[in-house]
């Protein structure tokens, strides 16, 4: 059975509670996974965060110890959804229209 966050934590967690779910270049991307795993009931947080060199710059998503594995499910399943999409779209776009598949030769 799954544990949920207390009542009298409002759903926020400790900072030193929250593990790392996925690191990203994107903030954009970041604030859509943390609202993404929110809908899906896991309180997420982003992070800033700079490398070794302190020169580039990363976003951590930030879930409770008890929601990682639901977290990490709930990411690949949009990230599975958005490249079929991706896909998709990507074959619409490089087919090209035969208009002379309708001229009536016969």
Not at 16 to 21: A, N, Q, R, S, W
Not at 25 to 45: C, F, K, S, W
């Amino acid at each position: 059975m799954e544990k949920r966050m207390d009542k009298n934590d409002n759903g926020q967690a400790k900072v030193k509670d929250l593990v790392v779910v996925t690191l990203l270049g994107d903030m954009e991307q970041a604030r859509e996974y943390e609202t993404l795993l929110r809908l899906n009931d896991i309180p997420a947080v982003v992070r800033e965060q700079l490398d070794p060199s302190g020169e580039n710059k990363g976003y951590t998503i930030m879930v409770p110890e008890d929601f990682l594995d639901e977290a990490h499910v709930v990411i690949e399943s949009q990230d599975a959804y958005d490249d079929f999409y991706d896909f998709a779209l990507d074959d619409e776009d490089e087919a090209e229209f035969d208009a002379d598949l309708f001229d009536d030769e016969f």
